[in-house]
């Protein structure tokens, strides 16, 4: 009796093992994939973003005044992979540098370095009009709330966490690219501020980011 026992588990043993094998095959798992990415947005400069005055003599620096280089302009695009509202912001990386009153602006006031413990000047960037959305002439617009509300007529680039965008009316708007013209106008500090006994590198610094709105 022990046998047939025995025998009759390894029988049903086998018979549910050959059933599961027959019966293993009959689902299949389908999958959906994929990725919802945001549009993606990326800045760029001409000429590589630098402003180059090349060498300047220290004999041209005005005596006992501040003295103004000549405005330099430099493009700036804003190129993105799908219509997206977007601006920009800029922060002075120079800021710890920055000469109090050699710009009209004290939000527009960007710092050109330190060098031996004196400040080299200062520059400002301002926005022209001839910036375009998609291709068409568009507005300079600005908020100071972060993007909760918008004012047209952009001019200075100001460091102070403001908004900086393109419409072709009022308000941001989907766009794909952007692009403006920028005019850097640099300002050296006054010669008895400066040790001019060296060289003087201009070592002036901003980054600009872009804002999804």
Known sequence: MKKITLLS??????????????????????????????AACTPSFSGGGVIDYGVIPASSLKADA????PTKEVNLSITCDAAVKVAFKAKDN????VVSGIVSEAEANFGLGTVA????G????????????????ANNIYSLDSGKSWSNGA?????????????TGSQPMSTKQLNAKLNVTTVLNKPANLPLTQEVPLDGSATF?????
């Open 9 to 38: 588990t390894v029988a049903a043993t086998a018979f549910a093992m050959f059933t599961c094998a027959a019966y293993a095959a009959d689902t299949a798992e389908l999958k959906v994939k994929g990725v919802i990415k945001p």
């Open 117 to 120: 413990g004196k400040n080299v």
């Open 94 to 97: 120079r800021a710890n540098s």
């Open 66 to 69: 501040y003295t103004t280089l």
């Open 155 to 167: 001019g200075n680039v100001w460091n102070n966490g403001a908004l900086f965008g393109f419409s």
């Open 209 to 213: 980011e872009v804002i999804y709105l």
């Open 122 to 137: 200062g520059y400002i960037i301002n926005i022209s009009r001839a910036s375009t959305v998609d291709g068409a002439a």
